[in-house]
């Protein structure tokens, strides 16, 4: 592993999910992590091929998100970036079809205890789950042209000897920012480095993604991302010196929240309703958050 590498500070340092990460740097602390997660991998390779050649020979618009993809395309290797599960977006003509897809590809829809779920999971023995998701959030009234341009974005980039349909690095950027803000910022912090990494492999996405943001009312999110990255890990390139721009309450806030939360100073269940709370675009859905989901 070259430098500049991004590294995790204090706040990250410790995370399971970075041990594959750290064991590039030959830390042999993590390079017992770093080999089981490798064979685990390995053992899912064909499957998850095979589900991949499937959508695109049934020409399904969609887009695999986070997980494998950042792993293949901004990783040194695509073992260094552990994932639980495969994150998909279809076009939403087309969920009905990809349901069909997955169930004659042998996955079997597991039924969801969340009240207002924002995706399926569908599950095969001894292959990753596929997480078929339909919504970017429920606690967030996100613009939903968001989602159809996330997945007209879609382009291919190799896997093996075939193909991955990812969005574009713009798009890819955004939607990593929202699923990191629906979990309050506080899930590992994988999303930060996705970040950093992304803007390593294609200068200016983070000045794109922030103009993006802006558009769809999201730019106090887009500011505390910028924030909490910088608590979690090492920009041996800059990319977040001039982020953010936005010194208005919200972003430092909520960012003192996260930090606060992921170092134990904060119990995490009110750290969390307090920063979705901050993080919702206006006083009247921050209002109608608490009457529904608080």
Known sequence: ???????????????????????????PVSAEAATSWKFRLLLRWEGLTRLLDALEAARLPHVVVKGIAAALELYPTPFARPFSDVDLFVAPEAYGAAVDLLVAQGYNPTPSGIRDPIHRTFRKEDQLPVELHFK???DFQDDPRFLRALVASGDRIPMGEGFLRRPDPVHHTVYILLHARNHSFLNAPMW???????????????????????????????????????????????????????????????????????????????????????????????????????
């Open 1 to 27: 592993m070259t430098s500049p590498w991004p590294a995790p500070l204090a706040a990250a340092a410790d995370h399971p999910h970075l041990q594959a990460y750290r064991a590039l740097t030959s830390d």
């Open 136 to 138: 970017t959030s429920r």
């Open 192 to 294: 930060a480095l996705d970040l950093l990494l992304m803007e390593r492999r294609h200068r200016g996405t983070l000045d794109a993604a922030r103009a993006l943001c802006e558009h769809h009312g999201w730019g106090p999110v887009f500011n505390t991302a910028m924030l909490v990255a910088g608590r979690l890990f090492s920009d041996p390139l800059g990319a977040l010196k001039t982020h953010p721009r936005d010194l208005t309450l919200i972003p430092h806030a909520t960012a003192a929240l996260v930090s606060a939360a992921m170092q134990g100073r904060l119990p995490h269940f009110p750290s969390t309703v307090a920063i979705r709370l901050f993080l919702q675009n206006s006083w009247k859905e921050r209002v109608l958050w608490l009457l529904t989901r608080a």
